[in-house]
């Protein structure tokens, strides 16, 4: 798996604060930028919170039904682990390739 690092130069903190938070508190806050007039048209969050609550949502999915065993804790803390990382990446200033989520955001049109 190859990540592209593109930086944006025209990125505020507040942008990168509000993508770090998309990820790690996920699916709550990109419901929440959704509905913010003046976030949810933000180039970089636009890039970020669609993705951010896809993934959240399947997280949870699997997540949920599986935590009568032990794979449901295992994907559960890869979740956590991986929104971590790319909420990271997003208070880097980087757009994040999330494998399979990205492309169907992106087809929908969401990002």
């Keep these: 798996m190859t990540e592209e690092k593109v930086v944006d130069p025209n990125i505020s903190s507040d942008d990168k604060t509000w ?8 699916p709550i806050v ?5 509905l913010m007039e003046d ?3 933000r180039p970089f969050l636009k890039a970020h ?3 951010a609550l896809a993934w959240g949502i ?5 997540t949920i039904p599986l935590s009568f065993v032990f794979v449901g804790f ?4 890869f979740g956590v682990v991986m929104s971590i990382i790319w ?4 208070f880097n200033g ?8 990205t492309n169907f955001v992106r087809k929908q049109g969401w990002a």
């Design 94 to 101: 980087e757009y994040v390739e999330i494998p399979v989520i």
């Design 58 to 62: 399947v997280v949870w999915v699997l």
């Design 87 to 90: 909420g990271i990446k997003a």
């Design 30 to 34: 990109p419901v929440i930028l959704l």
């Design 74 to 77: 295992c994907v559960g803390i």
């Design 49 to 51: 919170y669609p993705q």
């Design 19 to 26: 993508a770090l938070l998309a990820y790690i508190l996920t």
């Design 39 to 41: 976030k949810k048209n």
